[in-house]
């Protein structure tokens, strides 16, 4: 990617055959020599229009989410889990049941009350949209963390110290990763909600949010550990490691400050795939049950309940599906403009 | 190649006993509850519940309960909680819907991911390319659950091109198998097709670049000869191996979202059901399935690679 710098003058092509040609004179591409990796990808990214317009969506999908409290008091004027199933609400001059007698409620009203509509319970969908939305985001980022977390380590520990370690890491690895990531998530998700957990003082509820957080980023943990396991191996045998090694470092200062700076670009470009994988996972399992817990809304759970409902009522289905594919697209084509513009040659993906 | 294949066998078998283990383990150790008060139901006795545990075995030490869970398993003779039906019967019903859903979206996925990854390598940096760029994005950002219910809403419900749901058997009707189907298929695909063809699309612009393909082209091949029998083949032999794992992934359990939205009564919507009413026994052994089958299938492609492409190193 850089030029290299310490090519000898007299190789290169000589503009004029005058005195030393200088490094600024040629550019290859848009390689510009001095500049760092990171400021180079960033001037790469603010020229791609297309992944940051999507990062800007994103962006506004999560401050949306975090405004809920702000349209649920001061716009919608209802909470989010309060039931208003014998209610009545003006709709262009007309007065029409919330929840009509044959138990099915009303469609988008396109004004501040009812925005989307209700569902059968007589709550505001938007105001659920906006406060599941809270849910799922806020799993997606922390599963994120634990991913990011765990898998770095993992894959750190495994390709520096290989042996006997790395031959246990990778089995246990090779576990997780052999079960289907909705299975996997299923089966514990099913587990947890119903008796919680209890780990040594710390006791989670079969209903908190952090069960699925904990969850998806333990099922995503493989993903990254592989890969990075692999970047360390080639690294570990780099002249610099020897060098560090040679000025009397340790292990693990040297897998910190030596190797981790190596993998930023691999991490930053796993984050937006981690993310959007744990969205699009939170919502299938809160789909199927083994998510999200009542009385908290996620958009899975959404999905979920207005599904028997769609011929009928399919805003309760299309809204919360709408905003979760709006979210993840967004997530995804940002992180692709991130990936092009730090690594081109990146071959970097969630899957098998 | 024989100690390859040796080695390799050795490694599954490892890793498929601590997966037995660790699927157990999930549903017992996790503190989920006594299993015996839901079978007893409300208003039982302290000697009902006492005789229910003697009955299932739950006051027997944990490892005991393994080994009894595990014969039971390679037997086929667990019982459900809730109907106290075999699951195995369950499971081998469910399968036709589920091996059909399956079969039909893999291969959709692969033909339509080869000829979208084929046309954007061979058209990259262009208009189309771009196009077929964000449309893959847009594919592995919808979640299959929600494609099928837009699916469905839109082309059943609205437009009655296709029945609502169910599954027709194939033997029963060919065509309305097909049918029933065909939105089932797609909503399962697009997330892979989307996925496929950027992984060959990258596959494809490095064999490109390769000595061999511009030999090809010297020695007077034509462009599509080339394309078809040098670049293509070469680059899908990475491809193929993923899509052993995928497949074997939707079968044991992937599918399990779309089975459910299209009630297709698959082996995945008897897991669905069973998580709702809380009935372990049906989901540790699919999960348990599930697993197996990514283990041995990812073992088998791992030989099959070797056997295609004499260039990867043979170590387990």
């Not at chain 1, 001037?43 to 990062?55: H, P, Y």
């Not at chain 1, 001059?93 to 469609?107: A, C, F, K, L, Y």
Request: proline share 5%.
């Amino acid at each position: 990617m850089a030029i290299n710098q310490s090519q000898p003058a007299e190789r290169l092509p000589r503009a004029g055959g005058v005195g030393p040609l200088l490094l600024d004179d040629i550019v290859v591409d848009d390689v510009v020599p001095g500049i760092g990796h990171y400021r180079l990808a960033a001037r790469r990214l603010r020229r791609d229009r297309t992944a940051l317009l999507f990062g800007l969506l994103f962006i506004l999908i999560v401050v949306a989410c975090l405004l809920a409290p702000v349209y649920s008091h001061d716009i919608a004027r209802i909470g989010p889990n309060v039931n208003n199933v014998t209610g009545t609400i003006k709709v262009d001059g007309h007065t029409v049941d919330v929840v009509s007698p044959d138990g099915i409620p009303v469609g988008p009203t396109w004004h501040a009350r009812y925005f989307f509509g209700a569902d059968t319970n007589g709550r505001d969908v938007a105001v659920r949209l906006l406060y599941g939305g809270r849910t799922s985001l806020a799993i997606g980022f922390m599963a994120a963390a634990i991913t990011m977390i765990f898998g770095v380590a993992a894959g750190l520990a495994a390709g520096f110290y290989r042996g006997a370690l790395d031959a246990v890491l990778a089995r246990l690895l090779d576990i997780i990763w052999a079960y289907p990531a909705v299975l996997l998530g299923v089966a514990i998700g099913t587990s947890l909600a119903l008796g919680g957990l209890k780990i040594g003082p710390l006791t989670i509820e079969g209903n908190s949010i952090f069960i699925p957080a904990f969850l998806i980023g333990f099922v995503y943990i493989p993903y990254v550990a592989k890969p990075i396991r692999g970047q360390v191996l080639a690294l570990r045998e780099k002249e610099f490691v020897d060098a560090a090694r040679g000025l009397g470092c340790g292990s693990v200062r040297i897998m910190v400050r030596e190797i981790l700076p190596n993998l930023s670009s691999t991490i930053v470009v796993f984050v937006p795939l981690i993310v959007a994988g744990a969205i699009l996972l939170e919502a299938s399992l809160s789909f199927l049950g083994a998510g999200v817990q009542p009385p908290n809304a996620s958009w899975g759970t959404m999905i979920q309940s207005g599904l028997p409902l769609l011929t009928t009522s399919p805003q309760l289905v299309l809204v919360p599906g709408g905003m979760l594919v709006l979210a993840v697209l967004g997530v995804n084509v940002f992180g692709e403009g991130v990936r092009d513009a730090l690594d081109p040659k990146s071959q970097i993906r969630l899957g098998r | 190649m024989t100690r390859f294949i040796i080695q390799r066998t050795a490694q599954m078998v490892v890793v498929l006993f601590c997966i037995s283990i660790f699927t157990f383990l999930i549903f017992q150790v996790i503190p989920n509850g006594n299993p015996a008060l839901r079978l007893a139901g409300q208003a039982a006795t302290p000697q009902t519940i006492a005789a229910i545990e003697r009955q299932w075995g739950f006051d027997k030490p944990i490892y005991v309960q393994y080994l009894d869970t595990m014969q039971k398993i390679l037997t086929g003779s667990v019982i459900s909680y809730s109907q106290q039906i075999n699951v195995l019967d369950q499971i081998k019903r469910g399968l036709p819907a589920t091996i059909s859903l399956a079969g039909g979206a893999a291969v959709i996925w692969l033909l339509f991911g080869m000829a979208l990854g084929t046309l954007s390598a061979l058209r990259a940096g262009r208009f189309s390319d771009r196009v077929l760029a964000v449309l893959s994005l847009v594919g592995i950002s919808m979640p299959s659950f929600v494609v099928a219910t837009v699916a469905l809403y839109l082309l059943a419900y609205k437009v009655h091109v296709f029945p609502l749901s169910g599954y027709v058997s194939l033997a029963q009707d060919p065509w309305q198998w097909f049918l029933h189907l065909v939105l089932p298929w797609f909503s399962l695909s697009i997330i892979y097709v989307g996925f496929y063809s950027r992984v060959l699309r990258s596959n494809m612009l490095d064999t490109l670049a390769e000595d061999y393909v511009r030999t090809a082209t010297a020695k007077g091949l034509s462009r599509r000869r080339v394309i078809v029998g040098h670049v293509l083949r070469a680059s899908l032999i990475p491809l193929m191996s993923l899509w052993g794992l995928d497949f074997a992934g939707v079968i044991g359990g992937g599918a399990i979202l779309v089975e459910v939205v299209f009630n297709l009564n698959g082996v995945g919507q008897y897991a669905a059901e069973s998580i709702q009413t809380l009935d372990v026994p049906p989901i540790l052994v699919i999960v348990m399935y599930g697993a197996f089958l990514v283990v041995v299938l990812s073992a088998m492609i791992d030989v099959l690679y070797v056997v295609l492409d004499p260039r990867v190193r043979l170590t387990a």
